[in-house]
């Protein structure tokens, strides 16, 4: 039940595998070079348009709340397990933010239910996987369509945008130190998400949770309360999410949602090819998303059909994934 | 399926300057070797010599450098050679890894291997292909309800099973050249002679095999020639008229041995059986364990023996919080003793090393250093910080203590050869300071330089106060280590043996069901 696409934790212990040092680098840095030259390449083509501070700024405030998605899916995924319900349950908090703040709710009380919300729909989700034991996929994708039934219940369908305070906005989109607050929410996220992965306990045992999960039981790992925690905390940080898009842009459409869903997957495979190889990674994580946003904003401005988004990011995930299983079936020889 | 007639006189198989290459390191270099037909050729070879590279080679899984030569039946195999060619060639292969589909009959899996049969408007002759199937189980003398699932098939059985699909009709002349990867590493005496029994029908039919494993005594019994592979070369081919015991293992170590195993026979005996027993067991009911009584005692290795299914494994995952009993009561230093978790039983002081080392016993993907800590992070820093630079100073420390190689803490467990795999799982468990440490076949498919280590360690273990339960099938094991013996049969308490009783002969008996009195 595993997702992750490799077996080796870092690829500098390989020692011996200096056959060729190009695809080695090739392997391991892959997308960040590639990155590095679609910005090169947009900007030389569309230098007018994209290569100003307003466009990155643009690109870094668009691509928070994605981000912050990608890392919510990064912690199950870490665990072995996919959480599909992570944009249905941003959608919902949305909705449900616009409701209160409408209803004159404290903005600190909108916050935190908010968030706490996002828990609980995690929580949920824990325990029909680790409880009950249905199969993760199935269990978060009915939780998704739940949840959208839901937010169609309380909308009615309409877009809800009267009376949500102006104050809420400003939560997101006040400016410091030249970029909205929301980029450096996002990039705050980023580096505890890093931390708790990387530097704590709880983070080896979601790892080992992941890699290994019998042998990480006969260990004395917990791994039914680590997976529980890693749902949870994906339903938390897709509520802040929530908050934060009805924050930013001042209405909550029911109908939104899904189209958050496969760029965060396929940020958080890109991730899992570069930086720590074979590894769901924050830091690998936020350069898929760049990847990603980079790649359509330039297209976008070249002129490219509404379409594209769609397609892009659906072939990004395709290659992200086969570059995965490529580049660990290279360094194992076979 | 296409069949390659063979050319007469050529050999069953033919290696010729094979080499191969993972990055710097040259695995196999120059490796030369020829299995004349209707022969059984053995190899043998430490982990990390090459044996199963070569297997690896000849099946496609890996590709050689271009330059080698590998043909069957005297047709060459063109680089790089895939499973198709070989299998047209007629080679056929029992890996470590069956490749059964637990959760399907006896029958499909048989069927996958061998097809359906001729098919009526596209569906399966059920009563036709059940004969075939039938024929093929009873060639190897198994009489087997052929819908019976084989994830419920013991260990054993399984192993017989992957032999019997790939050993061809009775009628089925072709020839074959037969590759059996430790074939016999989790079967117990008994049916060893089993196979060994179809191993040699094979040959005289004029087929060939090339058994590979590490057990010496087996292959003296059953093999014609043996080929002795070490560092990725070939030391020597020769029959195996005349060699001993002791002159294959300094071939294979490439130094003198003066013992193979050390013995616990050898030590001191201290106040062994005079202390209160650390683990009680009264009446413990599992799936298969029917009301056994049990005692443990400090500084003891207890063993556990009895054929396949007899219910060792599930004793040991029952101690070890890793299953819970159907019925019976366990106390652990004189309270009641009833973990819900192998986590409540670690912290408690009982570790486990479970049978299946790659799955169960290491974390794969990661470190050797992640898995040595894994077991007890508090040490290591607080709730909310994890020093690796900490952790990576236990790692070395229990690396050099255990003598893990490659020594790189980094390196993820997964690379590491079977052998220093199981120190690594033995590593991780005493960094807890156990009392009480349960081993489920632990030195099964390792080599015997390892063997030894980890035989000396338990030893030393149990020396130092731990006790040690050691469930295994390898009797000679048993017989070398082990204090007391207990035999369980279908669950039950058989025999109870205890030194200076202790024998392989003994033992082998007890476990094949003949009546030994209790030696006390």
């Not at chain 2, 024998?503 to 009546?515: D, Q, T, V, Y």
Request: proline share 5%; aromatic share 6%; hydrophobic share 45%.
């Amino acid at each position: 039940m595993s997702t992750t696409t490799s077996s080796t934790t870092n690829t500098t212990t390989i020692a011996v595998q200096k056959r060729n040092p190009v695809t080695h680098i090739l392997s391991r840095y892959g997308v960040l070079i590639l990155l590095i030259l679609l910005i090169a390449g947009f900007s030389v083509w569309q230098q007018d348009r994209f290569f100003t501070l307003g466009n990155f700024a643009a690109i870094l405030t668009g691509q928070a709340i994605p981000l912050i998605i990608a890392i919510a899916v990064i912690f199950p995924l870490a665990a072995g397990e996919f959480d599909l319900s992570v944009a249905a349950n941003l959608s919902f908090i949305a909705i449900w933010v616009a409701w209160t703040s409408a209803s004159g709710w404290p903005l600190a009380l909108v916050f935190v239910s908010a968030i706490v919300l996002g828990a609980l729909i995690g929580a949920i989700n824990a325990f029909f996987v680790v409880k009950v034991g249905i199969n993760a996929f199935i269990a978060t994708l009915a939780m998704s369509t739940i949840l959208v039934g839901m937010n169609l219940l309380v909308t009615n369908g309409q877009l809800l945008f009267r009376g949500i305070p102006a104050e809420l906005k400003t939560v997101a989109l006040s400016n410091f130190v030249g970029l909205p607050l929301i980029v450096w929410y996002s990039l705050i996220i980023c580096v505890v998400a890093w931390y708790v992965l990387e530097y704590t306990p709880f983070g080896r045992y979601i790892r080992a949770t992941g890699s290994g999960r019998i042998a990480a039981r006969l260990s004395g790992v917990r791994t039914a309360p680590t997976l529980s925690y890693t749902f949870i905390i994906a339903g938390a940080l897709a509520g802040l999410a929530g908050f934060l898009l009805t924050s930013r842009i001042g209405s909550a459409n029911p109908a939104s949602g899904p189209e958050f869903l496969l760029p965060a997957y396929a940020a958080a495979f890109l991730g899992a090819t570069v930086i720590q190889q074979g590894l769901f990674n924050v830091w690998g994580t936020v350069i898929g998303a760049l990847v990603l946003a980079v790649g359509i904003t330039g297209l976008t401005l070249a002129g490219a059909p509404f379409w594209l988004p769609y397609v892009f990011n659906g072939v990004a995930l395709l290659l992200a994934v086969s570059l995965s299983v490529l580049s660990t079936r290279k360094r194992e020889g076979r | 399926m296409g069949r390659i007639a063979w050319e007469p006189g050529a050999p069953a198989l033919a290696l010729r300057n094979v080499n191969k290459q993972f990055g710097e390191t040259r695995v196999l270099r120059d490796v030369s070797f020829e299995i004349p037909t209707g022969k059984v050729v053995a190899l043998l070879g430490e982990n990390g010599s090459g044996k199963s590279t070569i297997i690896k080679v000849i099946s496609g899984f890996y590709d050689a450098t271009p330059g080698g030569y590998v043909a069957v039946g005297g047709h060459e195999l063109a680089f790089p050679i895939t499973p198709v060619q070989g299998h047209d060639a007629g080679v056929r292969f029992v890996h470590q890894d069956l490749g059964l589909v637990e959760s399907m009959s006896i029958f499909d899996n048989v069927c996958f291997a061998v097809g359906f049969g001729n098919l009526r408007g596209g569906a399966i002759r059920e009563k036709d292909a059940r004969v075939r199937v039938r024929s093929r189980l009873e060639r190897l003398g198994l009489d087997w309800d052929l819908d019976a699932r084989v994830g419920d098939l013991s260990p054993a059985q399984r192993t017989m099973l992957a032999i019997a699909r790939v050993l061809g009709d009775p009628g089925d002349t072709a020839p074959r050249m037969l590759i059996l990867d430790e074939p016999t590493a989790s079967l117990p005496a008994s049916e060893v002679e089993h196979v060994f029994a179809a191993i040699e029908r094979v040959a005289a039919d004029g087929g060939s095999v090339l058994y590979v494993s590490h057990r010496i005594d087996e292959v003296l019994r059953i093999a014609d020639e043996l080929v002795v592979l070490r560092d990725g070369q070939i030391v020597t081919q020769r029959s195996t008229e005349g060699i001993t015991h002791e002159e294959i293992v300094s071939l294979l170590l490439g130094r003198e041995l003066a013992a193979t195993m050390p013995q616990r026979g050898e030590q001191a005996p201290s106040q062994r059986n005079t202390h209160e027993p650390i683990i009680t067991v009264r009446g413990l009911t599992g799936s298969r364990l029917t009301s056994l009584d049990l005692d443990i005692k400090p500084g003891e290795i207890l063993g556990i023996a009895g054929l396949a299914g007899c219910g060792r494994s599930e004793l040991v995952r029952i101690l070890a919080g890793a299953q819970r009993p159907q019925a019976g009561e366990m106390t652990y230093s004189g309270n009641p003793y009833a973990p819900r978790s192998a986590r409540a039983a670690i912290r408690s002081g009982i570790t486990y090393v479970p049978e299946d080392r790659r799955n169960h016993g290491c974390v794969g993907p990661l470190s050797v250093q992640q898995n040595l800590t894994l077991l007890d992070l508090r040490p290591l820093g607080s709730a909310f910080w994890l020093s690796k630079r900490a952790e990576r100073k236990e790692a070395r420390r229990l690396i050099e203590q255990f003598d893990i190689r490659p020594s790189d803490p980094l390196r993820p467990i997964s690379k590491l050869s079977g052998g220093n795999q199981q120190k690594a799982v033995l590593a991780k468990t005493l960094r807890v300071t156990p009392k009480v440490i349960l081993l489920d076949e632990p030195t099964q498919g390792i080599d015997i330089g390892a063997r030894a280590e980890i035989a000396s360690l338990v030893i030393r273990l149990a020396g130092e106060g731990l006790a040690v339960v050691l469930a295994s099938s390898d009797a000679a094991e048993l017989a070398a280590l082990c204090d007391r013996l207990i035999v369980l049969d279908r669950g039950h308490l058989k025999t109870e043996i205890r030194r200076p009783h202790i024998s392989e002969e003994r033992l082998a008996l007890a476990i094949s069901g003949a009546n030994v009195p209790d030696a006390a």
